[in-house]
């Protein structure tokens, strides 16, 4: 917790008599998030420099007067991002979301092939002889494999998405996972209506190559910061 943290110690006086103090961010995953923090710290009295390196996840803050510390934490909290002192800042918990990512990419990668594996099976069949029970028992199979794998590969995008939502503000995030909510609603309501198309392999195929853009992005921001540091 915030609270637990004497962030005072962390705190450098420059000559000009202004207090500074850098901070590294979590739950940073576009370019929208560095205008939303930037302008959320620059609304708190007393400060007059925020900058965030998106690289680096690197927010440094400068302030005028006797400001505290655990209040410019306190106001990224309320923005949905987590923040702690970026010297002390652990190359473990960063390997431990790089496996984090890694894992997701594997479920919905293995999700994928067995649903598209009875997708073909069902196209063909469409322009040949499939029945219609078949046909179906396909499409439920193919419910049974993506809704659960899907739950689980796109919480890095549902999560982000919520934290977004719950400061009323957007990122692109949200119409990542209305998009995936909306064709795995649209499909399980086709299945159920017996109808002749489902689109759950579009859905995890979706997170599998958004994910593993995002699991390089995240490697190559790390290599990034290994060489900054």
């Given at each position: 917790?915030?609270?637990?943290?004497?962030?005072?110690?962390?705190?450098?006086?420059?000559?000009?008599?202004?207090?500074?103090?850098?901070?590294?961010?979590?739950?940073?995953?576009?370019?929208?998030?560095?205008?939303?923090?930037?302008?959320?710290?620059?609304?708190?009295?007393?400060?007059?420099?925020?900058?965030?390196?998106?690289?680096?996840?690197?927010?440094?803050?400068?302030?005028?007067?006797?400001?505290?510390?655990?209040?410019?934490?306190?106001?990224?909290?309320?923005?949905?991002?987590?923040?702690?002192?970026?010297?002390?800042?652990?190359?473990?918990?960063?390997?431990?979301?790089?496996?984090?990512?890694?894992?997701?990419?594997?479920?919905?990668?293995?999700?994928?092939?067995?649903?598209?594996?009875?997708?073909?099976?069902?196209?063909?069949?469409?322009?040949?002889?499939?029945?219609?029970?078949?046909?179906?028992?396909?499409?439920?199979?193919?419910?049974?494999?993506?809704?659960?794998?899907?739950?689980?590969?796109?919480?890095?995008?549902?999560?982000?998405?919520?934290?977004?939502?719950?400061?009323?503000?957007?990122?692109?995030?949200?119409?990542?996972?209305?998009?995936?909510?909306?064709?795995?609603?649209?499909?399980?309501?086709?299945?159920?209506?017996?109808?002749?198309?489902?689109?759950?392999?579009?859905?995890?195929?979706l997170l599998f190559f958004l994910?593993?853009?995002?699991?390089?992005?995240?490697?190559?921001?790390?290599?990034?910061?290994?060489?900054?540091?």
């Amino acid at each position: 917790m915030a609270q637990a943290v004497d962030y005072s110690i962390f705190v450098a006086t420059e000559a000009d008599g202004r207090s500074q103090m850098s901070l590294a961010v979590d739950g940073i995953d576009c370019a929208a998030c560095i205008a939303d923090i930037e302008h959320g710290v620059m609304a708190l009295p007393g400060v007059v420099r925020a900058r965030l390196n998106y690289s680096t996840h690197r927010l440094t803050v400068e302030w005028d007067g006797a400001g505290e510390p655990a209040a410019l934490v306190g106001r990224l909290e309320t923005l949905g991002y987590r923040a702690h002192p970026f010297a002390g800042r652990a190359e473990e918990a960063e390997a431990k979301r790089a496996q984090w990512l890694l894992r997701c990419l594997g479920v919905a990668g293995f999700a994928m092939m067995n649903v598209m594996l009875l997708s073909v099976s069902v196209w063909a069949g469409n322009v040949t002889d499939i029945t219609p029970e078949t046909r179906d028992l396909f499409h439920w199979l193919s419910a049974l494999i993506a809704l659960p794998a899907a739950a689980y590969a796109g919480q890095p995008f549902f999560q982000s998405a919520l934290r977004a939502l719950r400061t009323r503000s957007l990122n692109m995030d949200v119409p990542i996972s209305l998009g995936v909510i909306l064709a795995l609603g649209m499909s399980l309501m086709e299945t159920i209506l017996h109808r002749e198309h489902a689109f759950f392999d579009s859905a995890v195929m979706l997170l599998f190559f958004l994910l593993a853009g995002r699991y390089l992005d995240h490697e190559a921001r790390r290599r990034t910061r290994a060489v900054a540091g």
